[in-house]
């Protein structure tokens, strides 16, 4: 079991930050994989980026972030307290949606399919 809890979403204006946070419970079998999505009412859950730890051990991991938040938004991890978070620039309108923590301890990608286990979300609104 892995529990994940978001924090960190608000309203803001266009051009503004916002950093979210991810808070996973520790786990025997801890996932490999963490990852950040959006959602809008009525579209399909979209992949904002992901984060994938190395098997050397140690906090060393690999980000990627969606072409569409390219240079925009930035994931990162605090290995002591395991959390993960998603630090947005220069928000934009299109970017309002609720924001997802999920993971999983296989595949890491963007797809939302592929992920496990899922936060509750936190609502980021961009006017």
């Known amino acids: 079991h892995v529990q994940l809890v978001e924090s960190g979403g608000g309203s803001v204006q266009a051009g503004g930050s916002l950093r979210l946070s991810c808070a996973a419970s520790?786990?025997?079998?801890?996932?490999?994989?963490m990852g950040w999505f959006r959602q809008v009412p009525g579209q399909e859950r979209e992949g904002v980026a992901r984060?994938?730890?190395?098997?050397?051990?140690?906090?060393?991991?690999?980000?990627k972030s969606a072409d569409s938040v390219k240079d925009r938004f930035t994931i990162s991890r605090d290995g002591p307290t395991n959390t993960v978070y998603l630090l947005m620039h220069m928000l934009k309108p299109e970017d309002t949606a609720m924001y997802y923590c999920?993971?999983?301890?296989?595949?890491?990608?963007?797809?939302?399919?592929?992920?496990?286990?899922w936060g509750q979300g936190t609502q980021v609104t961009v006017s």
């Open positions: 999920a993971a999983v301890s296989s595949l890491c990608t963007l797809v939302p399919e592929d992920y496990q286990y």
């Open positions: 520790r786990s025997t079998y801890s996932s490999n994989c």
């Open positions: 984060l994938k730890l190395q098997p050397a051990g140690g906090n060393q991991y690999l980000a």
